[in-house]
């Protein structure tokens, strides 16, 4: 987007010019429309899973916004000359499965030939105008709260590659696909005053963004940070993504490790997420009431990760 030029319409309340989720237009008073849209790649060879997975990943953003998903559009790239259309049928049986679960409602689509499927969804959502969330509102003393593990770029990678089974692999798929409406369900009967969701930029990318868009420093606790499992292991393998070089330069001096970090761990700060967690902003004091909540809604894996401090220039610390 660089080089184009920033719109001076008022209603636009979140355009490209911050790095966020989604855009966001005031339509009334109260009411403010979401878009976003997004695709992946096959992260497994399971058309179900794959349709499931690019759902949760296109929903998020709407979430992340602080939002309620209404409607959804297919984005379909097949190969139909050469693979069979009941496996395109099941990548929208799963993406419209979890588009039902989101309360949304799937209103079309559109589709074009391609040497490799892609899917994914355009959403429109709505939020009160004076309760969006972005990734630019964190204040000095918040407590950051991660809903989901990390490491699936990694997984995904090895799964194509061989290193890692597919019965490994095929136990994180519900995790993968799981929907963020239910954290920020809870989420929003607290203070909340930023939000992201964690994908292809990586766990450090992201908070930078963070870090960025609030002009202040974000330390992230390593030991805090829950991978999923094999996650550390594919990449003592040698195995890596074709984005985490991309990311780390993106992130070339504004960030450090103020802790003894192997090469591997390292990676894994860089490594990219398909549908990964929300990353929360909050006062510190309602920060264990939010976990409790999380957890006793079934988001046993949410932890506090890091917090929010004053610093000359934006930055993210690894303590």
């Not at 929208?92 to 589709?111: C, I, P, T, W």
């Not at 429109?124 to 709260?145: E, F, M, Y």
């Not at 894994?268 to 909050?282: I, N």
């Amino acid at each position: 987007m660089q080089g184009l030029e920033i719109s001076d319409d008022p209603n636009l309340l979140v355009g490209y010019d911050t790095s966020d989720d989604a855009a966001v237009y005031r339509v009334a008073p109260d009411i403010a429309l979401i878009s976003t849209v997004d695709y992946i790649t096959p992260p497994v060879d399971d058309p179900y899973w794959l349709g499931q997975i690019a759902a949760a990943n296109s929903l998020s953003d709407v979430y992340a916004m602080g939002g309620q998903p209404l409607t959804a559009l297919n984005l379909v790239m097949f190969p139909s000359k050469i693979l069979d259309m009941d496996v395109l049928k099941e990548i929208l049986r799963g993406g419209n499965r979890k588009v039902r679960e989101a309360g949304a409602s799937m209103a079309g689509g559109h589709s074009v030939d391609d040497n490799e499927p892609k899917y994914g969804l355009a959403i429109t959502g709505k939020v009160h105008p004076d309760r969006i969330l972005t990734n630019k509102d964190c204040r000095s003393g918040d407590a950051l709260v991660l809903t989901k593990p990390l490491g699936t770029g990694v997984l995904f990678n090895a799964g194509r590659s061989g290193k890692l089974p597919y019965s490994e692999l095929e136990s994180i798929l519900p995790q993968v696909a799981a929907l963020n409406g239910k954290a920020m369900e809870v989420a929003l009967k607290f203070d909340i005053h930023a939000c992201t969701d964690i994908t292809g930029f990586g766990i450090l990318g992201h908070s930078l963004e963070m870090a960025l868009g609030s002009g202040l420093q974000i330390n992230l606790t390593f030991e805090r940070l829950c991978f999923y499992p094999n996650a550390l292991k594919m990449y003592q393998k040698g195995e890596s993504t074709g984005s985490n070089k991309a990311n780390r330069r993106l992130a070339q001096g504004r960030w450090e490790a103020a802790v003894s970090l192997t090469p591997e761990q390292e990676e894994l700060l860089f490594d990219p997420q398909t549908s990964g967690g929300l990353l929360l902003a909050l006062p510190a004091e309602q920060c264990a009431d939010l976990l409790n909540d999380l957890k006793q809604a079934g988001i046993e894996s949410a932890a506090h990760v890091g917090r929010v401090v004053k610093s000359q220039r934006p930055f993210v610390k690894v303590v």
